[in-house]
């Protein structure tokens, strides 16, 4: 590994089991981890600094770029280019300075586990903005991360409002103890209340 080097690890969908064996290399030289809360807590024998990113994106990308000979690592769930922090580090660190090591994304975990290739794949997020429903539900294949405004149920209704011949799978807490995989027409996805950390897959019932 190059010195004065930003790493950006994509550390899978949560169980340590599928972080790629470059990646716990990296990690396990670096002198600091940032990281989410949740993906910290999975490093607890890291011996370097660890600081927790959160809002606080700005404060962390100044200190990378002050700190650049360190060897720092950011660690992102799933792969860091899709809908992680892999966008906005590649647009305000010196990309000659830094590596991106790529993960399993939960998309494709789920994807595995429903047996479904991602051939043709609609990849989309609801992460902080408003989808444009329409768009999103012409495509024959999609896959949402999603955040705790539009889930599951928002996409549900979405699908019955257009009358649309869709099945929808839920993947909650991926590669976890507690994974649930939830498969169904839009009206079984509404029996369901309250989805944990969750990825929607919507297919047109004829692919
Ligand atoms: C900011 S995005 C990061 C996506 C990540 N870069 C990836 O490749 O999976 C966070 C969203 O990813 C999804 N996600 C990540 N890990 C997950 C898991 N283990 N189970 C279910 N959803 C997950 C959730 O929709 C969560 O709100």
Redesign the pocket.
Known sequence: MEEDMLNVV?IG??NDGYITEVGKKIIAESDVLIGGKRNLEIFENFCGEKIVLGANLVEIKNYINENIEKNITVI?????S???IGKYLSKNVDNEKMEIIP?I???Q??FSRIKVDMNDLYMT?S?GREPDFDYLLSHSKVCM???SKIGPREIAREIIKRDLKKTMAV??????DN?KITIGKPEDILKIEKYD???VVILDDEQ
């Open positions: 994509g969908p949560g992102a769930s799933g792969d860091p899709v809908y992680g993960g994304s939960s998309m975990y789920m997020s992460h991360v999603t955040d993947g909650e807490n991926l590669s976890y994974e950390m969750n990825i």
